[in-house]
């Protein structure tokens, strides 16, 4: 297990050495939740990062300065608010998975034949443990 936990922490941060269009990857996870989601509240948006409600606070600002969300009132609660992606965030998040899926793109392909087929057999496991958490 411990060979399979410093594979998957290594090809992550290999995948994450790319230009992330200038975001942070606690950025990006936030700016790709909220455009999964849809409209959401912060509460629920932190909760989903699994960060604190001031953390999310800033994590949301720099995206906001950044134009690629946009904080909207919650109807009948003037006290919460709801995060939204806007195109410029759509935009960058496709941007940054076209980048990322060249990259292990060519770096599957550069692998024997053999070990391509052994990923794609792995897959269905693999999405499972990742859906886990």
Do not use: N
Not at 4 to 23: F, P, Y
Not at 32 to 44: H, N, Q, S, Y
Not at 62 to 67: M, S
Not at 95 to 118: D, H, W
Request: proline residues 7%.
């Amino acid at each position: 297990m411990a060979r399979l936990r410093v594979a998957i922490l290594r090809m992550s941060r290999r995948l994450r050495k790319h230009e992330l269009a200038g975001l942070t990857p606690s950025q990006l996870s936030t700016l790709a939740t909220v455009a999964k989601t849809g409209p959401v509240r912060l509460g629920d948006l932190a909760a989903s990062e699994r960060i604190a409600p001031s953390t999310l606070t800033r994590l949301v600002s720099v995206l906001e300065e950044r134009q690629y969300v946009q904080r909207r009132p919650v109807p009948g609660d003037a006290r919460a608010s709801m995060v939204v992606v806007t195109p410029p965030g759509r935009e960058v998040l496709d941007r940054i998975r076209q980048e990322t899926t060249s990259l292990l793109t060519e770096i599957v392909l550069g692998l024997p034949v053999a070990e391509q087929q052994a990923l794609a057999r792995a897959l269905p496991a693999l999405e499972e443990l990742a859906g886990a958490g």
